[in-house]
């Protein structure tokens, strides 16, 4: 038996890795494409370790992402996330990976996808395939190389390394594939979910990013400050934030059925927030009450996320930039823009731009930072007999 060599970059974008294609080098059947994916990552794992791949056994880490030159006027490179189920035959390809996303500038000008000045600044203007929206990147740039290394630091990655700043622009992301999607699918800013074996939950539905379902944290009996260990070993909050997570799903018209949601593990995401406390993060540093406007924690992948996900921070600052919603009651966005959260691995500042227009509040624009870096460059290796 012999193995296909298909070229390859592992990359850190903010708190996630996942592995960087150029779209060509894969199998253009979308089946074919996905089998090789799943291999590379070594899913589905029953062991749920992907030691046979490269993923990292958690959903910061079974992560795809194909690039190509963008057949788009007004965009450098078209951009396609996938999020690879751990021990379920999945790539969900419904959402984006605000994380990865901070990787996709510097991969595509270190591939040659784009073009950049020597020195200086590029911005690589990004088509995200998945929900049908543009994100621009801004690259820093010296002799020629991206700049990876600096001391911009970033809670939940041990390491500095250079910024990379992101604007997501127009988030209102429709997740099934049509521009210019609603912000609110139900036409309202707080909603009340009939939960089977939850009863009423109170939440907010938004598309922002990602779609995400935002509820109180005291509608799961937490308080907001919870880390991992305190969440993920508990099979019946598991069970419980996932029901809530499909009730929202079926309100916002992405599945008729908590069984279709089941195979929709992605999107939408369910985060639960709660008015600043202190608490101490994952790595032992305290987060004062009065360092925050507000505390929230996201499920990913049906596991509590160790930090925040990217898209979640662009749904937090739209929703707090929109009054009526559940994160403006606690957290509506400051004078300067902006509304900086606690989350398990410590804390995040994001802005939002947003106006009224004839009655109807719209976000125009998310702005926030991450950093990227290559891992590894070369080629991954799965069995040739997947494309038989």
């Not at 046979?52 to 992560?63: E, L, V």
């Not at 996808?113 to 995200?128: E, M, N, Y």
């Not at 630091?153 to 429709?174: I, N, Q, R, S, Y």
Request: hydrophobic residues 45%.
């Amino acid at each position: 038996m012999t193995q296909l060599r298909i070229p390859a970059v592992y990359m850190r974008g903010g708190t996630s890795k996942g592995v960087f294609f150029i779209a060509s080098d894969l199998p253009s059947d979308p089946q074919q494409r996905d089998a090789v994916l799943l291999r590379v990552i070594g899913s589905p794992d029953r062991y749920g370790k992907q030691i046979d791949g490269m993923g990292g056994a958690s959903s910061s880490t079974s992560k795809v992402v194909l690039l190509s030159k963008s057949s788009r006027p007004d965009c450098d490179v078209d951009y396609r996330f996938g999020q690879v189920a751990i021990d379920q035959p999945v790539v969900d390809w419904s959402g984006n990976c605000g994380n990865l996303s901070a990787a996709v500038g510097p991969f595509a000008i270190s591939s040659g996808l784009v073009h950049a000045p020597a020195d200086g600044t590029s911005t690589v203007r990004i088509w995200q395939a998945n929900i049908q929206k543009v994100i621009v990147s801004h690259v820093p740039m010296r002799g020629g190389e991206v700049v990876e290394l600096g001391d911009f630091e970033l809670d939940g990655v041990t390491f500095p390394a250079a910024e990379v700043k992101l604007e997501f622009l127009d988030p209102a992301a429709d997740d099934d594939g049509g521009e210019g999607g609603s912000m609110f699918p139900s036409g309202r800013k707080i909603d009340t979910l009939q939960v089977p074996g939850v009863g009423e939950v109170e939440a907010t539905l938004i598309n922002a990013g990602n779609s995400t379902v935002f509820i109180a944290a005291s509608a799961l009996g937490l308080k907001g400050t919870e880390l991992q260990g305190d969440v993920n070993g508990s099979k019946e909050m598991l069970t419980r934030a996932e029901a809530i997570r499909a009730a929202g799903a079926i309100a916002m018209g992405l599945v008729a059925t908590p069984e279709e949601a089941a195979k929709r593990p992605h999107t939408p995401k369910l985060a639960f927030i709660a008015a600043p406390a202190a608490y101490v993060a994952s790595d032992g540093k305290k987060v004062e009450a009065s360092s925050v406007e507000l505390l929230a924690r996201i499920f990913s992948m049906g596991v509590l996320h160790h930090a925040m996900t990217g898209t979640g921070a662009v749904a937090i600052a739209a929703a707090a930039a929109i009054p009526g919603t559940l994160v403006h009651q606690i957290a509506p966005i400051g004078a300067d823009g902006q509304v900086r959260f606690g989350h398990p691995s410590g804390s995040l500042a994001v802005g939002a731009e947003a106006a009224e227009i004839d009655g109807e509040w719209a976000v125009q624009k998310v702005i926030m930072s991450r950093s990227a870096r290559r891992l590894m460059e070369g080629a991954v290796l799965v069995p040739a007999n997947l494309l038989r």
